[in-house]
Nanobody
């Protein structure tokens, strides 16, 4: 089993930036050999896709709502996944989660991911 721990969340003003990290421990070969994703969940809403990256960083995928503002990256040597968030908006306020993608299936659906972290809260004030 791989364990994932997110960090880097906080309170930021609109237009500001944050960098989230997702550190893997345990079966870190699971981290380095599989695609990873970031999702977010706002109060009263379903968890939604934010961004994903293939195991070798060859391809990335982003939700339309964050394209041009957020970028996903990973460092397999450090077993860490990142989400750089720029030009933050109040509607980006949510708990952000990282997870490991299963083989096959769409990058955009939560059902295709496992080993979720506990989440890190991001609050953007207007």
């Amino acid at each position: 089993q791989v364990q994932l721990v997110e960090s880097g969340g906080g309170l930021v003003q609109a237009g500001g930036s944050l960098r989230l990290s997702c550190a893997a421990s345990g079966r870190t070969d699971t981290f380095s050999n599989y695609a990873m994703g970031w999702f977010r969940q706002a109060p009263g809403k379903e968890r939604e896709f934010v961004a994903a990256i293939t195991w070798n960083s060859g391809s990335t995928y982003s939700a339309d709502s964050v394209k041009g503002r957020f970028s996903i990256s990973r460092d397999n040597a450090k077993n860490t996944l990142y989400l750089q968030m720029n030009s933050l908006k109040p509607e980006d306020t949510a708990t952000y989660y990282c997870a490991v993608k299963r083989l096959g299936g769409s990058y955009y659906y939560t059902a295709n991911y496992h080993s979720w972290g506990q989440g890190t809260q991001v609050t953007v004030s207007s």
